[in-house]
C-alpha cells in the first residue's frame, strides 16, 4: 500500500467522499458526457471516482493486482439494452460498492474502533444510488433490543418483518403496515415492544415469549421452524 494512500479515519472519509462526490456528478449532472462516453462498442470501461473530484471513463490499468480495488467492469455493454435509467441505477449500485471497497482497503490497517467510526460516517451519507434515483434514505426505528443482532428469520419488533429467504429484505416503514400480524400461538396482534420470530416454514410469525425464543437464541438459529412445523416434520 503506497504511502501516500490515506491513513486516518478522517483521511480515509474525505477520500471516500470526493470519489463518491465526482461519481454522483457524473451520473447526474454530467450524465449526457457519461452517456455517450459509455460506447458498447469500445473495450471494456469502468467508472471511476478520483480523490479531486474528477471522474473518468476508462480501462482497469493492466497492472495485477491493481493498486486499488476497480470498479465495475464492462459497465459500457449494458448500456444500450437498457433502459437509460435501469441502467444508470445498475451502475450506482456497482459505484457504492467499489466506494466501500475502496475505503475498507485504504482502511486495512485501522483497528475495530476506528473501522467502525469509518463506516458510521460514509453510512450517514445517501448512497450514490439513492441520489440517482430520487430515493430519500429510510429512517431508522429505535429498536426496543438495539443491542440483539437478529439474523434469519427472527426480526426486531421495531423494524418490521423480515424474511430470511428474501433476496432483497423490505423493511415495513410504517407500524400500520404490520399491525394485522397475529401471533400464530396466542392470537395477540403485533406490538412494536416485544419479540418476534418467524418461521421459514409456514411463515407465520410468533412472538418470541410464546415459543420459548429469545433474542439471543434467535442469533444462533440458522432455520426457525415453529413448534408445528416441527410437529409434522416429526410425523412424517
Not at 486516518?8 to 447526474?28: C, G, M, N, P
Request: glycine share 6%; hydrophobic share 25%; aromatic share 8%.
Amino acid at each position: 500500500m503506497p504511502s501516500s494512500n490515506p491513513r486516518s479515519v478522517e483521511e480515509i472519509f474525505k477520500d471516500y467522499s470526493s470519489r463518491r462526490s465526482a461519481i454522483i456528478r457524473a451520473l447526474t449532472n454530467d450524465v449526457d458526457e457519461f452517456y455517450a462516453l459509455c460506447d458498447p462498442e469500445k473495450e471494456n470501461l469502468c467508472l471511476y471516482g478520483h480523490p479531486d473530484e474528477s471522474w473518468e471513463v476508462n480501462p482497469p490499468p493492466e497492472e495485477v493486482p491493481p493498486e486499488l480495488p476497480e470498479p465495475a467492469l464492462g459497465i459500457n455493454f449494458a448500456r444500450d439494452g437498457m433502459k437509460r435509467q435501469d441502467w444508470l441505477s445498475l451502475i450506482a449500485v456497482h459505484s457504492d460498492s467499489w466506494l466501500l471497497s475502496v475505503s475498507f482497503y485504504l482502511g486495512a490497517r485501522l483497528n475495530r474502533n476506528e473501522r467502525k467510526r469509518l463506516f458510521s460516517l460514509t453510512n450517514d451519507l445517501p448512497t450514490v444510488f439513492e441520489v440517482v434515483t430520487g430515493r430519500k434514505p429510510s429512517k431508522d426505528k429505535p429498536s426496543a433490543d438495539s443491542g440483539s443482532k437478529l439474523r434469519n428469520s427472527a426480526k426486531r419488533s421495531t423494524d418490521g418483518p423480515m424474511r430470511s429467504n428474501s433476496t432483497l429484505l423490505d423493511y415495513v416503514e410504517d407500524e400500520d403496515e404490520h399491525s394485522e400480524t397475529q401471533c400464530g400461538s396466542c392470537g395477540g396482534n403485533y406490538s412494536a415492544n416485544e419479540f418476534w420470530i418467524g418461521c421459514d416454514i409456514c411463515e407465520r410469525w410468533y412472538h418470541g415469549k410464546c415459543v420459548k425464543i429469545t433474542p439471543s437464541k434467535a442469533e444462533t438459529i440458522q432455520q426457525y421452524k415453529c413448534p408445528s412445523c416441527s410437529k409434522k416434520g416429526r410425523q412424517s
